[in-house]
C-alpha cells in the first residue's frame, strides 16, 4: 500500500512557475514508475509525465514537453513536477499516481497501469 500527498498547486500567472511535489509512505518508493495526470474542469485526466524507479527514465505529454520536468529523489520518498512558462490551458487538477507494472525502465503513460493515486492538488493559471 502506498499513500500519496501532493502539494504545490496555487495560483500563477501566465508565464509563470510552479513546482509540485508528492510525497509517498512505504519503504518500497523506489521499485514504482511515478507519474503525474492532470483533469480539468469538464475533460477526462490526461497523462502529464513519468518517470522510471531509478530516475534515469521519462516521459511527457507533447502539450508540457520543453516546459516541465519530472524527477524524483528516492531517498525523500518524493517525486516532483517543475512546470514552467505556465499556460491558461494548464490550469488542472494535479495528481501524482503510482505503477508497479512494467519493467525497472518503465514510464507508464496510461491511467489503467496506476494503482496508487494521491488526491490532487489545484494549479490555476491567469491569463
Known amino acids: 500500500q502506498v499513500q500519496l500527498v501532493e502539494s504545490g498547486g496555487g495560483l500563477v500567472q501566465a508565464g509563470g512557475s510552479l513546482r509540485l511535489s508528492c510525497a509517498a509512505s512505504?519503504?518500497?518508493?523506489?521499485?514504482?514508475?511515478m507519474g503525474w495526470f492532470r483533469q480539468a474542469p469538464g475533460k477526462e485526466r490526461e497523462f502529464v509525465a513519468a518517470?522510471?524507479?531509478?530516475?534515469?527514465?521519462?516521459s511527457y505529454a507533447d502539450p508540457v514537453k520543453g516546459r516541465f520536468t519530472i524527477s524524483r529523489d528516492n531517498a525523500k520518498n518524493t517525486v516532483y513536477l517543475e512546470m514552467n512558462s505556465l499556460k491558461p490551458e494548464d490550469t488542472a487538477d494535479y495528481y501524482c499516481?503510482?505503477?508497479?507494472?512494467?519493467?525497472?525502465?518503465?514510464?507508464?503513460?496510461?491511467?489503467?497501469?496506476?494503482?496508487?493515486w494521491g488526491q490532487g492538488t489545484q494549479v490555476t493559471v491567469s491569463s
Open positions: 499516481a503510482a505503477s508497479s507494472q512494467g519493467t525497472v525502465w518503465a514510464t507508464p503513460t496510461h491511467r489503467y497501469e496506476y494503482m496508487y
Open positions: 518517470i522510471s524507479q531509478s530516475g534515469r527514465y521519462t
Open positions: 512505504g519503504r518500497t518508493f523506489s521499485t514504482y514508475a
